[in-house]
């Protein structure tokens, strides 16, 4: 909906780094090292920023989690969020096959 005199911004499925940083509450750095590992992939602008999905920022979270609350490597937790979301996507075929028995 478009209310005349309010120029309010487009929502985004994407983040800035600094967003991202901020959001998530890593370090420059650490977002780096998911980067240069493939597990996050951002979008580069014309500028040569970079954009991350929302979807970043969720799975971040997870990872921290895993990485402060097991005492996990980063490249450990990685694995396991990877199967994490493997197992859900797993789970929902099954459910979508279910309904069509």
């Known amino acids: 909906m478009h209310m005349p005199g ?5 929502r985004s499925e994407y983040v800035a780094w600094a967003q991202l940083v901020q959001l998530t509450s890593i370090q420059s750095d650490e ?3 998911l980067v240069d590992l493939g ?3 951002p979008k580069k602008t014309g500028s040569e920023e970079y954009l991350f999905r929302l979807r970043d920022v969720y799975r971040i979270h997870k990872l921290m989690r895993l990485v402060h609350d097991l005492e996990v ?3 450990g937790g ?13 789970e929902k075929e099954v459910v979508e096959l279910k ?3």
Do not use: A, Q, T
């Open 31 to 33: 977002i780096g090292e």
């Open 73 to 75: 490597s980063v490249y």
């Open 78 to 90: 990685s694995i396991i969020v990877d199967l994490m979301e493997r197992i859900e996507e797993l």
């Open 6 to 10: 309010l120029n309010l911004p487009e």
């Open 99 to 101: 309904r069509l028995i």
């Open 39 to 41: 597990w996050i992939s």
